[in-house]
């Protein structure tokens, strides 16, 4: 009888803090939050485990956007008793509109939840306006390098190819706009007649459209293989 009162005790302390554990994570909503290549693959397969996730993933980011209202309409009211009234009236007018924004967006997102959780269960159901906006990842954090390496040693099914596609269509994108950033500071040197830093750029220009060249010929090839029977 001894023995079961010392280990009664331990058993609902270590009860005690799984519970806890979980309780925590439950309350922690930036943990179901996906990055934007996830959500743009989940879309993409819509299996019913994919919208439960995404379904997650929505009311967390729901939950940002509401947190972002607040925090410009008191930053807007803030402003509006600045005494610099010319600051004030302007930054209070910005913080109202992004206010706004978060709200709509806030919005959206919880209707993309009920979507989501709906065609989860298997019943047919109608996306909400500007659901393509955050389909595509709008508000999603961007994947991190662990996250982006873990993809590349096991895509394997189309969704993973065409979330690769589009990671590499995305960082062409970018080094286009770098190449034709280093284009025009080249040019301007170059009218000002400053050879050396004119000559740099143009360097600078050229390996950037290469990297685009590469990253858009990766995109291609992740494009096939989400076409290749598996």
């Known amino acids: 009888m001894r023995t079961l009162q010392i280990r009664s005790p331990l058993r609902a302390a270590l009860a005690l803090l799984v519970f806890t554990g979980s309780a925590a994570a439950a309350q922690d909503p930036s943990?179901?939050?996906?990055?934007?290549?996830?959500?743009?693959?989940?879309?993409?397969?819509?299996?019913?485990?994919?919208?439960?996730?995404?379904?997650?993933?929505?009311?967390?980011?729901?939950?940002?956007?509401?947190?972002?209202?607040?925090?410009?309409?008191?930053?807007?009211?803030?402003?509006?008793?600045?005494?610099?009234?010319?600051?004030?009236?302007?930054?209070?007018?910005?913080?109202?509109?992004?206010?706004?924004f978060n709200t709509q967006s806030a919005t959206t997102v919880r209707e993309l939840v009920t979507y989501h959780q709906t065609l989860a269960a298997g019943v047919p159901a109608a996306p909400p306006r500007d659901a393509a906006r955050f389909h595509a990842g709008a508000g999603a954090p961007a994947p991190s390098e662990q996250e982006i390496s873990a993809l590349a040693a096991q895509a394997s099914t189309p969704a993973e190819h065409r979330a690769l596609e589009e990671y590499f269509l995305t960082l062409a994108k970018q080094y286009t706009a770098e190449a034709d950033a280093h284009a025009s500071f080249a040019m301007v040197y170059r009218g000002a007649r400053v050879t050396q830093p004119g000559a740099q750029h143009d360097r600078l220009a050229g390996l950037s459209r290469e990297a685009a060249k590469e990253a858009t010929t990766a995109a291609a090839m992740h494009k096939e293989l989400a076409f290749v029977p598996r």
Not at 40 to 60: I, K, M, S, T, Y
Not at 81 to 88: A, Q
């Open 31 to 100: 943990s179901a939050l996906l990055n934007d290549m996830e959500v743009r693959q989940l879309v993409a397969r819509a299996e019913p485990a994919d919208h439960a996730r995404l379904g997650a993933h929505f009311a967390a980011l729901a939950e940002q956007y509401t947190a972002a209202a607040k925090r410009h309409t008191s930053m807007s009211q803030g402003f509006g008793g600045n005494p610099n009234r010319n600051l004030g009236s302007g930054m209070s007018a910005h913080c109202t509109r992004l206010a706004e």
